[in-house]
């Protein structure tokens, strides 16, 4: 049998935690957007809507805006919109419209497209005249996530 001191194993061990930590929470938030954007989906289909495409440059814009609010870089809302929408429209030609929808607290893909179907403003959004969704989320300190959708056309 192979002997290994206390420290190298001490070392694989946090390697082996530290890298179990960073597969798992890459997966979770790519599966968490996954599920805001079948329910969001279903819900659409539900109202004889078409399906939205994802897009992993809206999502990158949604996602700086969830950290944003998560670490405290802005309030919570809709603060800068104004400059993401002047990304997007760099982003997406020919550009028509673009809505924005944000929410924080909610566990759950699901949870957080309930929230929004449940208030008309975010609903409107949801089932708005759109080709586009980005999706981005982040947690805080501790442990609140912040969702960000971005809805365009």
Known sequence: MLKTSPLIRNISFRYFILLFFLIT????????????????????????????????????????????????RSGFGHTGYDQREQQVQK??????????????????????????????GHRRNMLGNYKYIGIGTACNKQGIIFYTQIFVR
Do not use: C
Not at 42 to 61: A, E, H, P, Y
Not at 100 to 109: F, K, L, R, T
């Open 25 to 72: 929470s890459s997966f979770s938030k790519e599966g968490l957007n996954q599920d805001i954007l079948k329910y969001t989906n279903q819900f659409r289909r539900s109202k004889g809507l078409s399906v939205l495409i994802l897009r992993d440059d809206l999502n990158t814009i949604a996602r700086r805006h969830s950290e944003d609010m998560a670490k405290g």
């Open 91 to 120: 982003l997406i030609k020919p550009f028509h419209a673009m809505a924005e929808n944000v929410a924080y607290g909610a566990g759950s893909g699901k949870q957080v497209v309930d929230l929004w179907k449940n208030s008309s």
